[in-house]
């Protein structure tokens, strides 16, 4: 699912930066705090600007509302 929403928010031209849990020396720890912030499962984890938007539901639900192209503008992610 992580390449599905990775696919679908760059198609709008967004710059994002990705952590692959699996492969950074804190990745246990970073995934427990997702955890305690409300993200289950931990990932993916999706933040637009500083904002936690939660997975990959959370995100979908955004895009089929039509509300993730404004979520994007405003965190200055795109341009359009």
């Given at each position: 699912?992580s390449h599905?929403?990775q696919?679908?928010i760059s198609?709008?031209?967004?710059k994002?930066?990705?952590?692959?849990?699996d492969q950074?020396s804190?990745?246990q720890?970073?995934?427990?705090?997702?955890?305690?912030?409300?993200?289950?499962?931990?990932?993916?984890a999706?933040?637009?600007?500083?904002?936690l938007?939660g997975?990959?539901?959370?995100?979908?639900?955004?895009q089929?509302?039509?509300?993730?192209?404004?979520?994007?503008k405003r965190?200055g992610?795109?341009?359009?």
């Amino acid at each position: 699912m992580s390449h599905s929403i990775q696919t679908l928010i760059s198609g709008f031209g967004a710059k994002m930066t990705v952590y692959e849990l699996d492969q950074l020396s804190n990745g246990q720890e970073m995934e427990k705090a997702l955890k305690q912030m409300g993200c289950n499962p931990s990932v993916p984890a999706v933040f637009i600007g500083e904002q936690l938007i939660g997975g990959a539901n959370q995100v979908m639900t955004l895009q089929v509302k039509n509300q993730l192209t404004a979520l994007l503008k405003r965190a200055g992610a795109i341009w359009v």
